[in-house]
C-alpha cells in the first residue's frame, strides 16, 4: 500500500515540522562538538584564570594518548572480550527464539527487554550483591568448595569475584547481551524455514546445515549486534567503577575524572576526540572487511 | 542470495549423510532450551536480587547481606530524604525532558516521512550522529559549551541534555512505525471535507500514535536511566536518582533504593504489560 507517491512534495511545511527539532541539534549537539574541538586545541595562558586560548596546540592529543595509553587498551580489550562472550551467550539463545521457542516466541522476546527497563546503575550494584564476598556466588562456591578450582581458572582472584578485571568484563557482558540478541534474533527469524527443509531433503546434517544456511544469513545481525555491543562498552566505565579495582580503570572515567576533578579541559576534549577516532575508524575497517553488503543490511 | 543457489551449493559440495535420528534431534532441541533457561536466570538473576533485598533490614550501611525479613523499607519508601528528593528530580527531569523530545521528534519524523524536501538526506544524518556518539563524548561536549557560555549548571541544563539524547530515539521510533502509511488517506479526508486540523486528529494522529507512545515510553527509560551523561552538566546543586547513588555507593546503600528501583521496575514493566495486551487485543481483533 506504501508508495513514494503519496509522499507530499513540501515547500514550507517540512521546514516548520523539522525546525524545533533540528534547532536543539544544532545547538546542542553540533555546536558543542565544535567547542569541544576548540578546547581541544586549547591551551590555559595564565593558571589562575579561567580562561582558555585556542592556540592550535595539537600535542594535546599525543599528550593525553602518552598519559592514557593503558586505560585505551584497556577499555577496547575489555570491550572486544565482552563482545565475544555477548556473541556465545547469545546466539545460541537467538536461536532457540527464532526457532524453538514456538508459541512462548513473543513472550520471550519481551522478557529480553525488561532488563533494559530497570536501572543500568541499579543492575550493577545488585552484581555487587551477588558476587561480594557475603553474596550468594561466593556462599555457593564455598559450599562446593570450589574456589581453589576458579581461582585456578581465573574466575576468581583470591577467592573473590568483585574488584577484578573478569567482574568489569562480566558486568559488560550482562548490561550490552540484549543488544546483541535481538538483531541476531531479527536476521535468523527472517531465514525461509524452507531452506532447512531443502537441506534436510538433500540429507544434509544439521551442522552443515547450520554452517552453510543458517550462518552466513545471521551474520547481518551478529554484525550489528557486534556493533551495538561493542561501541558502548568501550565507552562505559560505570562497570569499571562499580565492579572493577583502580587498575581496571575504563577511557571513559578518565575523561569524567579530567573533566569533573582536575579540570584540565583541553587533555579531557583531545581524550574524547581521540577515543571517537578510534570507535569510528574501527567501524569503518569492520564495515570494509565484512563488506558494504552487510552493513546496509 | 537466492534459495535456488543454496541448495544447489548443498548438492556440489556436501557429502550426503543420513538424516539425523529424531531422538539426538530432541536431545539438541532440549540442549538449547536448557541454555535459553540458564541465559534467562542470569538476566533476571540482578532483577530478582534487588527486589529481595528490598525486603531486607540490613545489619550494617550497606544492603548487599542478607539479615532479616522486614517491610518496613516498603512501608516507608520515602525515609531517606536525600534519595527521595534525588527520585523526585529524576521524575520531573524525565517528565519534561520525555514531553519535549515527543512532540519535537515527533513533528521530526512527520517531516522526513511525510515530505519530500531538499536537504531530508542531511537531516537524517544529524537524526543520526548522536545515536552514534557516546555519552561520554556526548557529556563532555554540552559541557564544554556550557562551560565556554559561562551557563550555570543545574535543573535546566540537566534537562536540555535530556531532550538532546532523546530527540533522535524518538524521531527514529515514530520513522520506522510510520513507513508504509498511505498519506494519500488524509486526501481522501480532505476530500470528503474535512479540514486540515480535523484531518490531522481524526487520522493521522490516531496512525502515529502507538509510535509516538512507544517512543515517549523509551525516552522516559532513557532519561530516568541516565548517570553519565547527567553527571557532566548537572553540576553542584542538582541530584538525579542514578547520580545519587553513584555518588553514595562507596559509602552506603541503603535498601530504600531497593524499594524505589522495584517501583520504576513495577511501573515500566506494567506499562509494557499493557502495551503487549493492547497489540495482542487489536492482533485478536484483525484476524
Partial sequence: ?297 | MTEPLLAERFVLEEVVHEPLPPEKRRFRSRLLGLWAVLVYAWLFAPIVVVVIFSFNDPAGKFNTAWNEFTLDNWADPFQRQDYTEAFLTSLKVAAVACLVATVFGGLMALATSRYEFRGKGLVNIILVLPLTTREIVMGSSLFTLFFARNASLGFTTVVIAHILFCLSFVALTVQARVRGFDWSLEDAAMDLGSSPWRTFRTVTFPLILPGIAAAGLLSFALSIDDYIITSFVAGDGTTTFPMRIFNANKTELPPQINVLASMILLVTVGLMGIGAWRTLKRNAAAS
Fill in chain 1, 1 to 297: 500500500m506504501a508508495s513514494e507517491t503519496s509522499l507530499r512534495q513540501g515547500r514550507k511545511a517540512p521546514y516548520a515540522l523539522l525546525s524545533p527539532g533540528m534547532l536543539w541539534l544544532i545547538l546542542f549537539f553540533l555546536v558543542p562538538m565544535w567547542t569541544l574541538l576548540r578546547i581541544a586545541l586549547s591551551e590555559k595562558p595564565n593558571a589562575f584564570l579561567p580562561d582558555y586560548e585556542l592556540t592550535w596546540r595539537w600535542a594535546n592529543f599525543s599528550d593525553a594518548v602518552d598519559r592514557f595509553q593503558p586505560e585505551l587498551v584497556r577499555s577496547f580489550a575489555y570491550a572486544g572480550i565482552a563482545t565475544l562472550l555477548c556473541i556465545a551467550i547469545g546466539y545460541p539463545l537467538a536461536y532457540f527464539l527464532a526457532f524453538k521457542a514456538g508459541r512462548w516466541r513473543s513472550l520471550l522476546l519481551g522478557l529480553i527487554m525488561v532488563p533494559f527497563f530497570t536501572s543500568f546503575l541499579i543492575r550493577t550494584i545488585a552484581w555487587q550483591t551477588i558476587l561480594g564476598q557475603e553474596g550468594p556466588a561466593l556462599g555457593l562456591l564455598r559450599a562446593l568448595s570450589l574456589v581453589s578450582v576458579t581461582d585456578a581458572i581465573g574466575l576468581t582472584r583470591d577467592g573473590a569475584f568483585l574488584n577484578t578485571p573478569q567482574a568489569v568484563v562480566g558486568g559488560l557482558t550482562y548490561n550490552f547481551v540484549p543488544f546483541m540478541i535481538l538483531p541476531i534474533y531479527v536476521s535468523l527469524e527472517k531465514i525461509d524455514a524452507r531452506l532447512m527443509d531443502a537441506a534436510q531433503d538433500l540429507y544434509s546434517t544439521p551442522a552443515a546445515a547450520f554452517r552453510k544456511i543458517v550462518l552466513p544469513l545471521s551474520l547481518p545481525g551478529v554484525f550489528a549486534g557486534t556493533l551495538l555491543t561493542f561501541i558502548p562498552a568501550a565507552g562505559d566505565y560505570i562497570n569499571a567503577e562499580l565492579l572493577g579495582n583502580v587498575k581496571t580503570g575504563m577511557i571513559g572515567s578518565q575523561i569524567a575524572k579530567l573533566f569533573l576533578k582536575e579540570s584540565n579541559y583541553p587533555e579531557a576534549a583531545a581524550l574524547s576526540f581521540i577515543f571517537m577516532a578510534i570507535i569510528t575508524a574501527g567501524v569503518l575497517i569492520y564495515a570494509k572487511l565484512l563488506g558494504t553488503e552487510e552493513l546496509a543490511a
